[in-house]
T-cell receptor, first 117, second 114 residues
Framework: EAGVAQSPRYKIIEKRQSVAFWCNPISGHATLYWYQQILGQGPKLLIQFQNNGVVDDSQLPKDRFSAERLKGVDSTLKIQPAKLEDSAVYLC???????????????FGPGTRLTVT | TQLLEQSPQFLSIQEGENLTVYCNSSSVFSSLQWYRQEPGEGPVLLVTVVTGGEVKKLKRLTFQFGDARKDSSLHITAAQPGDTGLYLCAGAPAGGTSYGKLTFGQGTILTVHP
């Protein structure tokens, strides 16, 4: 079974530029998450999708961050304009929608390391 | 807001030593998971515990869920350099409408020296 795919793996941009990250979840997984992880810390949830609908985006800085999952499969996360404090690893995860235990087991992609200079 | 406090934040030990990482909260969780993350990779799920008092073993790793489902521990016996990484606990809220949403601890960075 293929895992969660993310691209690019690394990105370096200047502040005020824009950047987009792509995620392809595990086939059949209805729920998709985007996290921001500062080096050495736990992931912070940015947005959660259930199929193509947003379940939780309470911690997404909506003035600069946007995300979509138009067909309920792939997702993109965009930052525009980027700030220095956006430097972090952006992780995508997915989970299935069946059963109590499986619904909370999240499978992560390798992440995109963003550096804003 | 449900918080998970992990301790210690950093752990540096010699190969062969034992260690325990703790994950504590004042909130009740319906389940709790442990992940390990290596540099440059995403977190990898190690185990899920659901029942209060549940103990699960994964080779040299022993995971326990507290009786009240507010805390958990991870014990590693005879640590090896391959155990090095960031260990994360994550809890699923009991009740509410946050279906599928996990609360992550801040992580424990473990370094095992040969």
């Amino acid at each position: 079974e293929a895992g969660v795919a993310q691209s690019p793996r690394y990105k370096i941009i200047e502040k005020r530029q824009s950047v987009a990250f792509w995620c392809n979840p595990i086939s059949g997984h209805a729920t998709l998450y985007w996290y921001q992880q500062i080096l050495g810390q736990g992931p912070k949830l940015l947005i959660q999708f259930q199929n193509n609908g947003v379940v939780d985006d309470s911690q997404l800085p909506k003035d600069r961050f946007s995300a979509e999952r138009l067909k309920g499969v792939d997702s993109t996360l965009k930052i525009q304009p980027a700030k220095l404090e956006d430097s972090a690893v952006y992780l995508c995860a997915s989970s299935s929608h069946s059963g109590l235990r499986k619904a909370y087991e999240q499978y992560f992609g390798p992440g995109t390391r963003l550096t804003v200079t | 807001t449900q918080l998970l406090e992990q301790s210690p934040q950093f752990l540096s030990i010699q190969e062969g030593e034992n260690l325990t990482v703790y994950c504590n909260s004042s909130s009740v969780f319906s389940s709790l998971q442990w992940y390990r993350q290596e540099p440059g990779e995403g977190p990898v799920l190690l185990v899920t515990v659901v029942t209060g008092g549940e103990v699960k073993k994964l080779k040299r790793l022993t995971f326990q869920f507290g009786d009240a489902r507010k805390d958990s521990s991870l014990h590693i016996t005879a640590a090896q350099p391959g155990d090095t990484g960031l260990y994360l606990c994550a809890g699923a809220p009991a009740g509410g409408t946050s279906y599928g949403k996990l609360t992550f601890g801040q992580g424990t960075i473990l370094t095992v020296h040969p």
